[in-house]
């Protein structure tokens, strides 16, 4: 048994210690900074902050017992608090609330740890590969062979034999990693297959399957969206051939995780473990007509480029999430999808793998979701 | 609108950077076009773009260049970028061994996606790892020899033969566009034939842009 496992390497030296941010990320000088904490907190806004963390508290109940009955009754008080930002100091515990995977983990006891320790996977090295080049410059992750590598590693190892389908796919890793700055590594885990598996809302599981099939068709969608609801930018587009697959893949595949100032990320991800995929869509077209005006002007490179980098103001999660809300995509995605299904007649074919699927896992799982 | 004078080109190349993941390829992009190496590089998702204007044969090039994520599953989505490229820039690591076996795979991505009078240069990166070298250099020169390929060994880091590795591949272009535009008698560094929108004469008023094909 001499395979090769990351916890058999000695911790690297500590990083020399950098200034950083509210979130833990080593400060930029020139760029933004990941907390959007340019302006002091006034006390008024201290104030402010606790009073919610008590409003949400109590929601939340005792070891979140009151939740359920709480999001059943008034789901859409919950909806609108969600919208606002959960606390960051509750934020681990109600991801795991909304996302369904406190459940799983529940129903599954010892089954990650299983998974850890007798379990090997095929992508282990690439695992490897790709650890310091996840949030690389995150204080928990820089380290190398450090904690935060370490339960980076245990969670994507684990996943990649749970369901040997998906694998290992970059990307992945900075799921996990965000997923890791809030819970541990078990939830973690946890959280991970039921976005991937779809607990609550459609599983991500296509955004990594063989094929990336899903990620192809949710460009499909961002692209006809985009063109209906912003046609002189899409007309644009047109002219200069650019198509979302340069710069958007990246928001589906790790849900704006990858590149989005943090504090923005976070905001992101509350609604999105609440509602689904859609605000994913949602905040795409709203950076893209917050900067309309200036997209339009900018030849293709420019317009690559400023599709990458989007300013400091677009990306104030205050200004952008609220022009999100307000936009509707709900029954254009869905007739796009099916538009998209008619494109590409492969059912078959996925049904065939879902089933493979399916028994694989099912060696883990002692119960399955309803 | 007027192009500004650091828009000004004569040619416009599109160059894709393939190979597995790790290899290099966003630290020989980033090396190449803003000389900037980085220990702390996040993989790529997907494909990055970035450019550069340079001299080749007394010529002013514009060299547009895709890296692409390394990952065989990303495939899906990057080797429609393959589609309009003039040169691609194929890398391993030369203290992995698996990195350079994978490179016929990667030719056959090549054949499979890209035009068939592609330009394609190996690239064998990391040569600072000294102590670690897996790969030997006339392995490597031997087989871009059979298959036809041009060959050079790069460190990212140390910025070794990057510039040079660049410099080459599109001087080689350079001499497969010109000679292509004599023999078709057309006046000057203007587009090959049948539109193909790559090569971009850059005194043209309407200039047509960048050359990614993909859709
Ligand atoms: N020693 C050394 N390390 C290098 C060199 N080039 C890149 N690296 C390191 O190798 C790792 C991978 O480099 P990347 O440029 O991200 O690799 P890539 O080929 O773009 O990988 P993907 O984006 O996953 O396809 C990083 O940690 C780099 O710092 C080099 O010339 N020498
Ligand atoms: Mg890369």
């Known amino acids: 048994m001499a395979k090769k496992r990351i916890d058999d390497y000695e911790p690297g030296p500590v990083p020399p210690p950098a200034p950083l941010d509210r979130f833990g990320f080593v400060k930029r000088e020139l760029s933004y900074s990941h907390d959007g904490s340019m302006k002091e907190r006034s006390a008024y806004e201290y104030e402010r902050e606790e009073r919610r963390v008590r409003k949400w508290r109590k929601m939340i109940g005792v070891g979140g017992s009151d939740w359920t009955y709480y999001v059943k009754r008034k789901p859409h008080v919950v909806k609108r608090r969600i919208r606002k930002g959960i606390p960051d100091c509750l934020r681990g515990l109600i991801w795991q609330l909304i996302s369904g995977s406190r459940d799983l983990l529940l129903m599954n006891p010892g089954v990650y740890e299983q998974l850890v320790i007798y379990e090997t996977s095929a992508s282990e090295l690439d695992i490897i590969r790709d650890i310091s080049r996840t949030f690389p410059s995150h204080v928990f992750f820089r380290q190398r062979h450090g904690p935060g590598q370490r339960s980076l590693y245990n969670v994507l190892k684990a996943y990649s034999v749970f369901d040997r389908e998906v694998g290992y796919v970059q990307g992945m890793g900075f799921l996990a990693g965000l997923m890791l700055l809030y819970m541990s590594e078990e939830d973690a885990f946890w959280l991970l297959v039921a976005l991937l598996k779809g607990a609550v809302h459609a599983p991500m599981e296509g955004l990594y399957l063989v094929g990336l099939p899903l990620v192809q068709q949710y460009l499909f969608q961002f692209d006809n969206l985009a063109r209906e609801y912003l046609p002189k930018l899409g007309e644009h587009f047109t002219q200069e051939m650019i198509n979302p697959s340069m710069y958007a893949s990246q928001w589906f595949i790790t849900v704006f995780s990858y590149s989005f100032p943090f504090h923005l990320a976070l905001r992101i991800w509350d609604v999105f473990l609440y509602e689904g995929v859609q605000i994913v869509f949602k905040v795409g077209l709203a950076l893209l007509k917050y900067c309309h005006d200036d997209l339009i002007k900018l030849p293709f490179e420019k317009l690559i480029y400023a599709l990458r980098n989007f300013p400091e103001d677009a990306m104030d999660p205050d200004t952008l999430l609220p022009m999100a809300y307000s936009i509707k995509v709900s029954k254009r995605l869905e007739e796009l999808k099916q538009d998209y299904e008619k494109k590409n007649q492969k059912l078959v074919q996925s049904t065939e793998f879902n089933e493979k699927q399916q028994q694989s896992q099912e060696r883990f799982l002692s119960s399955k979701r309803s | ?215």
């Open chain 2, 1 to 215: 609108m007027a192009r500004r004078a650091d828009e000004e080109y004569d040619y416009l190349f599109k160059v894709v950077l393939i190979g597995d993941s790790g290899v290099g390829k966003s630290n020989l992009l980033s090396r190449f076009t803003r000389n900037e190496f980085c220990l702390e590089s996040k993989s790529t998702i997907g494909v990055e773009f970035a450019t550069r204007t340079l001299q080749v044969e007394g010529r002013t090039v514009k060299a547009q260049i895709w890296d692409t994520a390394g990952q065989e599953r990303y495939r899906a989505i990057t080797s429609a970028y393959y589609r309009g490229a003039l040169g691609a820039l194929l890398v391993y690591d030369v203290t992995k061994p698996t990195t350079f076996e994978n490179v016929s795979r990667w030719l056959k991505e090549l054949r499979d996606h890209a035009d068939s009078n592609i330009v394609i240069m190996l690239i064998g990166n990391k040569t600072d790892l000294k102590h670690l070298r897996a790969v030997a250099t006339e392995d490597a020169q031997g087989y871009a020899e059979k298959e036809g390929l041009s060959f050079i060994e790069t460190s990212a880091l140390e910025a070794t033969n990057v510039e040079k590795s660049f410099q080459t591949i599109l001087a080689e272009i350079y001499r497969i566009i010109s000679k292509k535009s004599l023999s078709s008698d057309e006046p000057g560094p203007a587009s090959i034939k049948e539109g193909k929108t790559l090569v971009v004469g850059g005194s043209e008023e309407n200039t047509k842009k960048p050359c990614c094909s993909s859709s």
